[in-house]
């Protein structure tokens, strides 16, 4: 708990160093929000999204926008903190500590996950409090939801991570999962307008689970017993990814040690 501490008080001090960021950041979500706002007011009554959420189109995409910049920041986290170690040549003394490899990664990415978290949480406060989004939130579900779908994106960030360790570029794997997921897992339209193929498709998708799960309990209130089976989707994508993400951090290490490019960057 204290290295986890020590790394988020780093980063954040690190964060809040160019105050011009933190407010490029709120100017950027308040302009996504006003620009979806009237997109909704243009877009109408939208029989599909009010017969399945019981919503507007504005309250069910501001879920899903939520959602998806959640997802990518933690998919992309833990390797652009690999990426920015990498160049300004802290990564070498960092896996120089007395720690796995893996609990090192883990760590850097400990800031990326705790402001994608709040940027998240802020974008759906903003979105009922300023524009009048109808959330009907089941609290216990909402959180167990999103805890579940930050799991599972932070062991597919963790995946990214080693890639980068080892290629010292972006992961390009990250940006065709991010790209599928925006098509077919249903963050601007319902998945039911897809294809019967792409719905298929789409179950093989985490963030077609995550957003179920959390515009279930954040739109409709719905509860623990009725979200079992996305819940059970989400556990089982944890337990293959966060064994899988382990051996690749670990594997990465050991490629660039043997190669002897651990210090380039």
């Known amino acids: 708990m204290r290295l986890l501490l020590a790394f988020l008080r780093r980063d ?28 909704a007011r243009t877009v109408g009554e939208t029989p599909l999204v009010r017969g ?11 879920v899903g926008l939520a959602t998806a910049a959640l ?12 990426r920015a170690a990498q160049n300004d040549g802290s ?10 490899t ?13 402001n994608a978290l709040l940027r998240s949480v802020g974008l ?40 980068v360790l080892v290629f010292k570029r972006g992961d390009p794997f990250s940006y065709a999962l ?16 897809l294809p019967p193929f792409l719905r298929a498709v789409a179950r093989f998708l985490p963030a ?17 017993s009725e979200l079992l089976p996305t819940w059970a989707a989400l556990l089982t994508f944890c337990l293959v990814l966060w064994p899988l993400a382990a051996w690749a951090v670990s594997a990465a290490r050991r490629h660039v040690e043997q190669a002897g490019t651990l210090p380039h960057s």
């Open 12 to 39: 954040l001090q690190m964060a809040t160093a160019y105050r011009l960021n933190a407010l490029l950041l709120v100017s950027g979500g308040l302009f996504t929000l006003t620009l979806f706002y009237f997109l």
């Open 52 to 62: 399945r959420y019981g919503t507007d189109y504005f309250s069910f995409a501001l």
């Open 71 to 82: 997802l990518r920041a933690l998919q992309t986290g833990f390797s652009g903190a690999v």
């Open 91 to 100: 990564l070498e003394p960092l896996l120089g500590a007395p720690l796995s």
């Open 102 to 114: 893996f609990h090192v990664v883990t760590l850097m990415g400990a800031w990326p996950v705790a």
């Open 124 to 163: 759906l406060g903003f979105g009922a409090l300023l524009f009048g989004a109808r959330l009907h939130l089941h609290p216990a579900a909402f959180v167990l939801t999103l805890v579940l779908s930050a799991l599972t994106f932070c062991a597919l960030g963790l995946l990214s991570a080693a890639f």
């Open 178 to 193: 991010d790209t599928l997921s925006y098509l077919f897992a249903g963050v601007l339209y319902p998945t039911d307008v």
């Open 208 to 224: 077609t689970h995550a957003l179920h799960g959390l515009r279930e309990s954040a739109l409709r209130g719905t509860g623990p």
